[in-house]
């Protein structure tokens, strides 16, 4: 059996890819203007910029690479559930704590979106299976 991803969760990953994929070129060192306006720390060691950067990049190409092939991958939607919904409490827990300013879990809602999205289809799909 060919299965194929739902019209909506393929949109869904395409439009995180497009975030992710830009989000992580504000972690480039020179791009504290773009980490301020959303709230995140500013000045940070270069290392740990560019591997936070690295790693929500990467993220991005491999949601853009499960849109275009169109076909489930369970175990990587279940951690990019996962990841998002953890970014976006710690980022709430930060703020409940005076560490950011409400802006940054704000700007994060749509990484709560997404992650819950992600999580609606791996509960339905194992009802079906």
Avoid: C, Q
């Avoid at 994929?21 to 301020?36: N, Y």
């Avoid at 289809?121 to 194992?126: A, H, K, T, V």
Wanted: no cysteine; charged share 10%; hydrophobic share 60%.
């Amino acid at each position: 059996m060919d299965e194929r991803l739902p019209t909506w969760l393929r949109r869904a990953l395409f439009a995180t890819a497009v975030m992710n994929l830009v989000v992580g070129a504000t972690f480039v060192p020179g791009a504290g203007a773009l980490r301020a306006a959303a709230g995140i720390p500013v000045d940070a060691h270069p290392f740990y910029l560019l591997t936070v950067g690295l790693f929500v990049f990467l993220f991005g190409l491999v949601y853009l690479w499960t849109a275009v092939r169109n076909r489930p991958e369970p175990l990587f939607i279940g951690m990019a559930a996962a990841g998002k919904i953890s970014f976006f409490v710690l980022l709430v827990s930060l703020w409940a704590a005076g560490e950011l300013p409400l802006r940054a879990p704000m700007v994060a809602s749509a990484d709560l979106v997404f992650g819950t999205m992600f999580l609606a289809w791996l509960l339905g799909r194992s009802r079906v299976v």
